[in-house]
């Protein structure tokens, strides 16, 4: 979904704690999705995708959880550490009724790490 | 090195001014988008383009225009239709049904 006049919801974690991230997607016909990471006044940069096909995918520290019954994204960080603070952003491939596919952004949460 | 330039980093424009923001791709990449993002918020899309000399609107696109005369650069117009332009504004592009890569951004500001 979009974040239109939304400021960005904020997750504090403990330095070493696990984070869950949550993100509700909004097309039940999207089959690919990704998290992003962006830090202050740089772009988005990749962390990690899956498709609709799968329901888990484990990458380095990062796992990324998809319930489409629930139109539902999660991101799980391990061990989280100072470098994970962060905005992240889940974005959907979702093709339209013009049949060419768009990526469209969920509301980002920013993840603030304490030491 | 294969990537997505975006410049200028910062831009200034004065009330009533048209400003093009300039988006290049060396990655063969079909698909390419821009976004604004506003502090403190998400990504908006305001148009993208999966071939050459195509483009649709984003949900945002009223006061832009944009252009795909090649399939490396997909150049963003601010015109002075858009009444808020200050943000900060994000090209990416994807090949197939791949992840984005995002260029580095360019922070508009009006003067």
């Known amino acids: 979904g979009e974040s239109v006049g939304l400021h960005l919801p904020t997750l504090s974690v403990q330095e070493g704690d696990n984070s869950i991230i949550n993100c509700a997607y909004s097309n039940s016909a999207s089959d690919y999705f990704i998290w992003y990471k962006q830090e202050s006044g740089k772009g988005p940069q990749f962390i990690i995708d899956?498709?609709?096909?799968?329901d888990k995918r484990q990458g380095q520290r990062v796992t990324v959880l998809l319930n489409k019954t629930v139109k539902h994204l999660s991101l799980q960080i391990a061990a989280t550490q100072p470098g994970d603070s962060a905005v992240y952003f889940c974005a959907e491939n979702y093709d339209g009724s013009s049949n060419t596919g768009k990526l469209i952004f969920g509301q980002g949460t920013t993840l603030q790490v304490k030491p | 090195d294969g990537g997505i330039t975006q410049s200028p980093k910062y831009l200034f424009r004065k009330e009533g001014q048209n400003v093009t923001l300039s988006c290049e791709q060396n990655l063969n990449h079909d698909a390419m988008y821009w976004y604004r993002q506003d502090p403190g918020q998400g990504l908006r899309l305001i148009y993208y383009s999966q071939i050459v000399n195509d483009f649709q609107k984003g949900d945002i696109a009223e006061g832009y225009s944009v252009s795909r005369e090649k399939k490396e650069s997909f150049p963003l117009t601010v015109t002075s239709a858009q009444k808020n332009p200050t943000a900060f504004y994000l090209c990416a592009s994807t090949i197939g049904d791949t992840e984005a890569f995002f260029g580095q951004g360019t922070r508009l500001t009006v003067v």
């Open positions: 899956i498709r609709s096909n799968m």
